[in-house]
């Protein structure tokens, strides 16, 4: 969110009876009493064939699928499975297929691997199974199963947004560590964009939150549409989203933002049985040594979509 500003060429319009209207601060009632409508929940994933999964201590709920790759647990960033507290090694142990068997191998780790309580330097796993990793418990479960839904079910819950079904805050912050460390390490350029919705606060004062809520929906929506797949979309603030797009410089971003500038602008919000226009103003900032973790790149941003807003709203701003 971003402080009041004063709005340039955004001052209220009475919506002519079919023309989409825009809304301004003028709209505001300060009356209207919060409430968030939960949609049915996250998107559900398929349950995978094998996976492991966090069942006690940090990283609760976090799953990695073994497919082909070897899945690597441990404390660094570049772990397949990174679970940061000082008890893990940076390369704790490993989890990889072998025709069809799934196999264990502790790689070092100063805290020896555990499986169902007994150190281990390798073992093949069996359904159920628990491996300790540190102060983390891991549950290795091998097939389809209800169970295996189960796991999906609570880890989507406490990765996503029930509202918008986009990443959640806490997960985006966890994606972004990462992806910024493996961009620093292979001298890969990144980008992060924030969107701010523009003059929200009159959408709910007016028509109310569960209105509101259904623009963040289908806002939600349009961003879901515009990303790629190795992209990053999540909703990290009440009306406030952000993207990250790995191996993309300033310039394709800036279009990309732009792409994104223009379909909520150009789509129709219907609010309170008419239809409206909304804008999102976006700030973008790159990855440099400079600016070389995610708090100093949010920053960067953040700074970026102030002068978005400060210079009127409906715009891109590139922090240089
Ligand atoms: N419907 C709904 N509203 C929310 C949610 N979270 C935050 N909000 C509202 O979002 C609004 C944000 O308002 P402001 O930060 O003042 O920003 P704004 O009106 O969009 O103005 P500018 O950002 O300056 O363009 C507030 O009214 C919050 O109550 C939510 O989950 N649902």
Same mark, same amino acid.
């Given at each position: 969110?971003?402080?009041?500003? !004063?709005?340039?060429?955004?001052?209220?319009?009475? !919506?002519? !009876?079919?023309?989409?209207?825009?809304?301004?601060?003028?709209?505001?009632? !300060?009356?209207?009493?919060?409430?968030?409508? #939960?949609?049915?929940?996250?998107?559900?994933?398929?349950?995978?064939?094998?996976?492991?999964?966090?069942?006690?201590?940090?990283?609760?709920?976090?799953?990695?699928?073994?497919?082909?790759?070897?899945?690597?647990?441990? *404390?660094?960033?570049?772990? =397949?499975?990174?679970?940061?507290?000082?008890?893990?090694?940076?390369?704790?142990?490993?989890?990889?297929?072998?025709? &069809?068997?799934? *196999?264990?191998? @502790?790689?070092?780790?100063?805290?020896?691997?555990?499986?169902?309580?007994?150190?281990?330097?390798?073992?093949?796993?069996?359904?159920? @199974?628990?491996?300790?990793?540190?102060?983390?418990?891991?549950?290795?479960?091998?097939?389809?199963?209800?169970?295996?839904?189960?796991?999906?079910?609570?880890?989507?819950?406490?990765?996503? &947004? +029930?509202?918008?079904? #986009?990443?959640?805050?806490?997960?985006?912050?966890?994606?972004? &560590?990462?992806?910024? /460390? *493996?961009? #620093?390490?292979?001298?890969?350029?990144?980008?992060?964009?924030?969107?701010?919705?523009?003059?929200?606060?009159?959408?709910?004062?007016?028509?109310?939150?569960? /209105?509101?809520?259904?623009?963040? *929906?289908?806002?939600?929506?349009? #961003?879901?549409?515009?990303?790629?797949?190795?992209?990053?979309? /999540?909703?990290?603030?009440?009306?406030?989203?952000?993207?990250?797009?790995?191996?993309?410089?300033?310039?394709?971003?800036?279009?990309?933002?732009?792409?994104?500038?223009?379909?909520?602008?150009?789509?129709?919000?219907?609010?309170?049985?008419? +239809?409206?226009?909304?804008?999102?103003?976006?700030?973008? /900032?790159?990855?440099? +040594?400079?600016?070389? =973790?995610?708090?100093?790149?949010?920053?960067?941003? @953040?700074?970026?979509?102030?002068?978005?807003?400060?210079?009127?709203?409906?715009?891109?701003?590139?922090?240089?």
């Amino acid at each position: 969110m971003v402080p009041e500003a !004063p709005v340039a060429g955004f001052g209220y319009t009475r !919506p002519a !009876p079919t023309a989409p209207a825009r809304m301004s601060n003028q709209d505001a009632d !300060p009356t209207t009493t919060q409430l968030t409508l #939960l949609s049915s929940g996250p998107r559900r994933g398929a349950p995978r064939s094998a996976c492991v999964v966090v069942i006690h201590g940090d990283g609760l709920g976090k799953r990695a699928d073994i497919h082909d790759h070897p899945v690597v647990i441990g *404390r660094s960033q570049e772990a =397949d499975l990174h679970i940061p507290h000082k008890s893990v090694s940076r390369r704790h142990c490993e989890i990889r297929r072998v025709g &069809d068997e799934y *196999r264990l191998r @502790d790689l070092g780790a100063t805290n020896p691997t555990r499986l169902n309580d007994q150190v281990v330097v390798e073992a093949v796993l069996g359904d159920g @199974d628990h491996i300790t990793v540190g102060e983390t418990i891991l549950k290795f479960i091998s097939h389809s199963s209800v169970e295996a839904l189960y796991h999906e079910e609570v880890y989507q819950l406490a990765t996503h &947004d +029930p509202l918008t079904e #986009l990443c959640n805050r806490r997960h985006f912050a966890e994606l972004a &560590d990462k992806e910024i /460390a *493996r961009a #620093l390490r292979h001298g890969r350029p990144l980008v992060l964009c924030i969107v701010d919705v523009d003059l929200f606060k009159p959408v709910n004062d007016r028509f109310g939150h569960i /209105a509101g809520d259904g623009v963040l *929906r289908q806002i939600a929506a349009i #961003l879901r549409g515009l990303v790629r797949g190795e992209d990053i979309a /999540a909703r990290i603030g009440g009306e406030e989203f952000a993207v990250l797009l790995p191996e993309t410089g300033l310039e394709a971003a800036r279009r990309f933002a732009e792409r994104l500038r223009k379909a909520v602008e150009a789509e129709t919000f219907l609010l309170g049985n008419e +239809p409206h226009r909304l804008t999102v103003s976006v700030g973008i /900032a790159r990855l440099s +040594p400079e600016r070389g =973790d995610r708090s100093r790149l949010m920053q960067a941003a @953040d700074a970026a979509l102030y002068r978005a807003k400060d210079e009127g709203r409906n715009r891109v701003r590139v922090e240089p």
